[in-house]
């Protein structure tokens, strides 16, 4: 799944970029150049859904001489880090951010994410506390509000997020956005009738979102709502998330082009785990789940999924993948502790 790791803070910086600092020779390199041209680079990864070129960025960083590395520096390696889900190295940077700058909102909206994504609900709360310091801010309460959803009155958060949201006439247009992504998902979460119009109201305010089109695609999916999965993933066949569940969509409705596409899918990810660059587990499990048919070999992808990545997609697949594979023993494991080792 396309990370949900928006820079919503800088983002109407990112506009345009340095893109010549990657020519400059290396004793000619700054950090601010070399900063702008790595935002670039982290939102042409996010709007083509490619890893590569998050490796140009790599290359570019090694450039830089580390004793003219900044905060900012440090804190596009740990996002470029949490893209491919490399998340202890993602830490170690933002641990260095926080010391240089203990205030840096992003740095703390960045391990907030994190630790959503690994299920680390006492670290989220820690860097959503750090986000209210100083003032009221929607950011602030969306993560209060989505934290407060995964315990005893989970409407009353989204009752709360979505007034507050309704209320914020003061903050970011990258702000409210950032709720309304939060608002939806808790939708989705919480099973609540209203999560297709939050979904489709998502959706339609940023539809170069890789994160929502495949989120509300996969959403789609659920429901039975095939044609209009199959709709919404067509032409993304380039992004693998999309092109799986464009594969299910197909498969579900038993569409002629179907076994097209999934011979290419095979191609793609025996070439991947070849290279040794496999990042796609949860995409790789759908399609064995929901493509082959095939819910032993999903279980163990899910299980590795499960290590590192623990976001309410993944829950699913793995819940999922168990209880068509006859393994109670992972779904008790689940019940009793989402931490344990399955």
């Not at 919480?190 to 339609?204: C, N």
């Not at 399609?287 to 299980?303: M, S």
Request: hydrophobic content about 45%; overall charge negative.
């Amino acid at each position: 799944m396309p990370p949900r790791d928006l820079v919503v803070l800088s983002a109407e910086e990112t506009a345009t970029a340095a893109a010549a600092s990657a020519a400059l020779p290396a004793a000619l390199l700054s950090a601010t150049a070399v900063v702008q041209e790595l935002r670039a680079l982290i939102e042409l990864s996010r709007a083509t859904g490619s890893p590569r070129p998050l490796g140009l960025a790599d290359g570019l960083l090694r450039r830089l001489s580390e004793a003219q590395w900044t905060a900012d520096v440090y804190l596009m390696r740990a996002t470029i880090h949490q893209r491919l889900h490399r998340f202890d190295q993602a830490e170690a940077d933002l641990d260095r951010v926080l010391a240089l700058q203990p205030g840096n909102r992003q740095a703390w909206l960045t391990r907030y994410s994190i630790a959503l994504v690994r299920n680390d609900l006492v670290a989220a709360g820690r860097a959503c506390e750090q986000l209210g310091q100083g003032s009221a801010n929607l950011l602030a309460a969306s993560c209060k509000q989505e934290l407060a959803s995964f315990a005893a009155r989970p409407d009353q958060a989204f009752d709360r997020l979505r007034q507050a949201l309704e209320q914020s006439t003061s903050a970011s247009a990258t702000e409210r956005d950032y709720a309304l992504l939060t608002l939806t998902e808790m939708a989705e979460r919480l099973e609540l009738p209203q999560a297709g119009a939050y979904w489709q109201r998502s959706f339609l305010q940023n539809p170069d979102d890789l994160y929502r089109r495949a989120r509300y695609a996969d959403w789609l999916l659920s429901e039975g709502q095939h044609e209009q999965a199959l709709e919404l993933t067509r032409g993304f066949n380039d992004v693998d998330t999309l092109a799986v569940l464009h594969a299910i969509a197909m498969t579900r409705l038993d569409h002629p082009e179907q076994e097209t596409l999934v011979a290419e899918l095979e191609d793609r990810f025996a070439e991947a785990r070849w290279r040794g660059d496999f990042l796609h587990h949860w995409e790789y499990g759908r399609f064995l789940l929901d493509v082959k048919g095939d819910a032993d070999a999903a279980l163990v992808v899910a299980r590795a999924n499960w290590e590192t990545q623990r976001a309410q997609p993944d829950r699913e697949l793995l819940v999922r993948a168990a209880a068509v594979a006859d393994e109670p023993v992972v779904l008790d494991a689940l019940s009793d502790d989402d931490r344990g080792t399955l």
